[in-house]
């Protein structure tokens, strides 16, 4: 059944049996799964990919097809899926089940069994998700700023809604760079905003502290080598490591409780792109609690002595990061 994603509601995902959400939009299909979620026990979501169910087809039945241990009902969120994934759905669909399935798709054309199977059965939901106009962008970049007390002019905000291709998403991911950048009351400028999101030009530097934060020791050293990086650059590398090195903390702290790499990795909020799920793991194998937070205590510090020393910024960034990423690894709970 073809619906809308405002007629889904939180409390009322056993609406339908199955769900399909299709679309360029991954921010909002997220926020809708999430607001369907979110009053269901962690403990019944399982998250996939397609290749990996298709690679091993037995998890995906074992997982559908047996009870929960616990009283609600299973959910099985199916990441990235496409037309290959429709024959393995209906044979579990064809069987007796109460584990209810998501499924997050790309683009999927009119002719897509997929969303044939689901816009024409009546129990099941089919939603598709678009571009996000610019006023519903700016509204929620608009809300965000406020609501975390950052001042930003109206034309700031125009141009990092036009930088985010009409994907709430990637505006989500631009905006928290900025609440990063002005952590402790900083204030921040137009020409700062204009390079701070700017996708390509951070690539690089995102590039170098997830591989540095992963003791990629060759990689690292490739990247500074490969790169030019200037003085301007370098509170920008130091908040980006600060930020990643803080949410490497957390993963670390919920791994050592729950001993389950991935329970940990799919648990995390927000959410870890897939592509970045690999490098992820390595970082928090990495390091001990104790170093990440000696760690941390040092890109503290080390932000301050780039700040008083701005000339030498660069070689100060530079020696730390090779340090950093030549210490061994400490995999010690």
């Not at 921010?27 to 799964?33: A, L, P, R, T, W």
């Not at 329970?263 to 970045?276: G, V, Y």
Request: charged share 30%.
């Amino acid at each position: 059944m073809i619906k809308k994603s405002f007629q889904l509601h939180q409390n009322k995902l056993n609406d339908y049996k199955h769900y399909l959400f299709y679309g360029v939009n991954e921010g909002s299909k997220y926020d809708k799964i999430e607001e369907l979620l979110s009053d269901t026990d962690k403990n019944n979501i399982f998250k996939y990919d397609e290749k990996d169910l298709l690679n091993n087809e037995k998890i995906f039945f074992d997982q559908v097809l047996t009870n929960s241990l616990f009283s609600e009902k299973k959910i099985i969120i199916v990441n990235r899926a496409t037309d290959k994934f429709y024959q393995l759905f209906k044979e579990v669909n064809d069987k007796d089940t109460s584990s209810l399935v998501i499924i997050n798709s790309g683009i999927l054309e009119k002719k897509s069994k997929l969303r044939n199977l689901f816009e024409k059965a009546n129990n099941f939901a089919c939603v598709a998700f678009y571009e996000d106009t610019q006023e519903t962008l700016i509204k929620i970049a608009s809300k965000f700023f406020k609501e975390n007390k950052i001042p930003i002019s109206q034309s700031d905000i125009n141009l990092i809604v036009n930088k985010c291709s009409g994907d709430r998403g990637i505006l989500k991911n631009e905006i928290h760079k900025i609440k990063y950048f002005t952590l402790n009351n900083k204030k921040i400028t137009s020409d700062q905003i204009s390079k701070l999101t700017n996708l390509i030009e951070n690539f690089n530097i995102f590039e170098l502290t997830n591989n540095c934060l992963a003791k990629n020791k060759n990689k690292t050293l490739n990247i500074l080598n490969e790169n030019i990086f200037d003085n301007t650059d370098c509170i920008m590398i130091v908040r980006t490591f600060l930020s990643k090195a803080k949410k490497i903390y957390e993963l670390r702290k919920a791994y050592e409780k729950n001993k389950n790499l991935d329970l940990t990795i799919n648990s995390s909020k927000p959410p870890i792109f897939w592509k970045e799920k690999e490098i992820t793991k390595k970082q928090i194998f990495s390091w001990s609690l104790i170093d990440i937070k000696k760690l941390i205590y040092s890109l503290n510090k080390l932000e301050l002595e780039v700040k008083k020393n701005l000339d030498a910024s660069i070689y100060l960034i530079t020696d730390f990061i090779v340090y950093q990423a030549s210490l061994k690894s400490n995999n010690s709970t």
